[in-house]
């Protein structure tokens, strides 16, 4: 069966970076686009961006260019989300989640507690 | 980017109740690329219906959803007790954003 399974809860202090992995399994991995969303407490969920595995393609929501980097290694089934220069308004629930040819989410990995603290 | 308005914040119901959930889009959504998420705390969200009124394998036909343009709504017909929920709506045919949630309680 299909899985996305992340890296464990990190703290950071602001100014720092924090990379998530996303490891997939159950199904070919660079057939499907990966999706990063991250949920701030009590918000509402927030779209990053989203990388072709296959190729390594990437785009990333305007809110976020310039701090964060997806990657990919195809020879792990891994799926990474780097994001630069964090402040406090970064603490959030990050998810890493698998997009169906219909373009809709239905596979979403744990997700990833990122702290953000001084 | 589209916005997806989610009304009412929190809808306050009983099971065997229906509950009726609407999502407003502020610029209309190409080919419907509307969906609808349930989620639960501690958990990622599961998708219930897609393309503005498809559902994926595996989903109760008590959940339903509607619309075109930029209305759109999402009906439960019978509230089950594990129904009680958050529920987003979701674009992904400009982008990608959510609603800000239309939470379910008894």
């Known amino acids: 069966q299909v899985q996305l399974v992340q890296s464990g809860a990190d703290v950071k202090k602001p100014g720092a970076s924090v990379k998530v992995s996303c490891k997939a399994s159950?199904?070919?991995?660079?057939?499907?686009?990966i999706h990063w969303v991250r949920q701030a407490p009590g918000q509402r969920l927030e779209w990053m961006g989203r990388?072709?595995?296959?190729?390594?393609?990437?785009v990333y929501a305007q809110k976020f260019q310039g701090r964060v980097t997806m990657t990919s290694d195809t020879s792990i089934n891994t799926a990474y989300m780097d994001l630069s220069r964090l402040t406090l308004d970064d603490t959030a629930v990050y998810y890493c989640?698998?997009?169906?040819?219909?373009?809709?989410?239905?596979?979403w990995g744990q997700g990833t507690l990122v702290t953000v603290s001084s | 980017d589209i916005v997806l308005t989610q009304s009412p914040g929190t809808l306050s119901l009983s099971p065997g109740e229906r509950a009726t959930l609407s999502c407003r889009a502020s610029q209309s959504i190409s080919a419907g690329y509307l969906a609808w998420y349930q989620q639960k705390p501690g958990q990622a969200p599961r998708l219930l219906i897609y393309a503005a009124s498809s559902r994926p394998t595996g989903i109760p036909d008590r959940f339903s959803g509607r619309g075109s343009g930029t209305d759109f709504t999402l009906t439960i017909s019978r509230l089950e007790p594990e129904d009680f929920a958050v529920y987003f709506c979701q674009q992904y045919g400009n982008s990608v954003t959510f609603g800000g949630g239309t939470k379910v309680d008894i």
């Open positions: 990388i072709n595995p296959n190729r390594g393609g990437t």
């Open positions: 989640a698998r997009v169906e040819d219909s373009g809709v989410v239905l596979h």
């Open positions: 159950g199904y070919t991995f660079t057939g499907y686009y």
